[in-house]
């Protein structure tokens, strides 16, 4: 067995002892989520490339696995070790530098530690979006948003991360660093490697920079809180929005009415904004740069449209900013209350838009037999296909909820399956959905990622039992 402390003291020469912490800081090996809680050999904190190639030199030599980790806002466990406690953790939060801003070509190059928010302020300090946005977006880092090619409430509009990223800098794990920093948009000399590193989760290399799209800023918005009554006529209100929105469509988000109680029951001052409860409800906003002046009427004719058709039937309309954050804030709160609440299940699932409402309104009795009083929080991104059908516990059962998890995740991603949608939309596999994802991809599948993996990381040193169980046997 590896002796530990000649590696802690290599780790130190790394990066400097104020940088390697103990391997119980529950900052660093526990989730956001609170379901893993991990303990690490130590968790290091280098402060540059070199640094992190360093490190990862020195635990391929001492065989020893590393986790890299960004913000820990990660919702399946794949940024925190085991519990081992063999496992080093790899913050990349030191690493927060902006290290260019070409607002010509409609580029920023960052560091990987850089948080979300802070790449929207240099991209605005300069006139400029970057789209992204995710309720998590004070926290969250840009390497741990590539490596899970996160989603979130601009992806009906921008796409998703990968296609935000032009290039990337990875330090490979025998230590190597490979600069693929290129801003440009044609490049067709091979293989893809930047995309091969989005949505690897960590398992393939350390993203440490990366080159990032920008687009013109969109000062104007137009944003309302609607009552629908179905899933379906949430999807014929999308379909007006695509056609009286245009290219301004850039959210269409949706949201149960169980998900607007927990808001109203633990944000602090969320109010709701329309007097008559109803089922559903959806978040639609128009963007808009500048000289953008109809985005106001565009919104008052989807919604007279979407009353007269019967896919409506009440909207609060954002008047002001002040408002319209208010808006927002019963969507992003969703999350951080049903924490509160209690004990959640979450399933982060894709369906063909098309499905979305029979697969809903199928799944409700479904999941009642296997475990009655279970609460479907359902809520995301409906114009992406992406609902979140996260469950808390009957009232006051939490334990009931964890008895049953097995059989009501079982039930969700068979109906998944079963429509050819996908289990993990946009969190990624991380430890929690490995195994299931593996059971329901083909087997073909399963050995083009693990040829993959074995190739860059032949000795499974990069978060081992993330995104892929081990091999049969091993
Ligand atoms: P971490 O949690 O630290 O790590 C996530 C994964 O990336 C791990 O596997 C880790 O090993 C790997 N990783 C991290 N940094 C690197 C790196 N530099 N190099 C290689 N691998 C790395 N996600 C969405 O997609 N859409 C949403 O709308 C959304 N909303 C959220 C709202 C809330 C309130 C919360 C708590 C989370 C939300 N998330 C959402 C999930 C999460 O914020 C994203 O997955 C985010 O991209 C994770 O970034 P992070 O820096 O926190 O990564
Ligand atoms: C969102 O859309 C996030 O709010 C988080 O993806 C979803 O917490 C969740 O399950
Ligand atoms: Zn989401």
New binding site residues.
Partial sequence: MTDPHPLLDRLREAVGAAHVLAGDDEAYVVD?TGVHRGRALAVVRPGSTEEVAAVVRACAEARTPL?????????VG??VPDGSGRQVVLS?TRMRTVREVDPVAGTITVD?GVVLADVQAAAAAVDRLFPMS???EG???I???L??N????AVLRYGMTRELVLGLEVVLPDGRVWDGLRGLRKDNTGYDLTQLFVGS??TL????GAVLRLFPATPRHATAWVAVPTVADAVALLTLAQREGGAHLATFEIANRQALDLVLAHLPGAVDPLEAPSDWYVLVELAGTASDDGLDDALERLLSLGVEAGAATDAAVATSPARRDALWALREGI??VQKVEGATLKHDVTLPIARLADWTEAMGPRLQEVLPGVRPVTYGHVGDGNLHYNLNAPVGRDRDLLDAAPDLSRAIYDAVAAEHGSISA???L?RTKAAAAASYKSEVEVDLMRALKQALDPDGLL?PG?LLTPPAGT
């Fill in positions: 956001w986790v890299p980790q960004g913000g820990n806002t990660g919702l794949g940024g990349l990987a995710l309720g998590s926290s969250c880092t390497g741990g948003n490596a899970t996160a989603g979130g409430t989760e960590g290399g350390v993203i440490t999350s951080e946009e969190h990624g991380g978060n993330v």
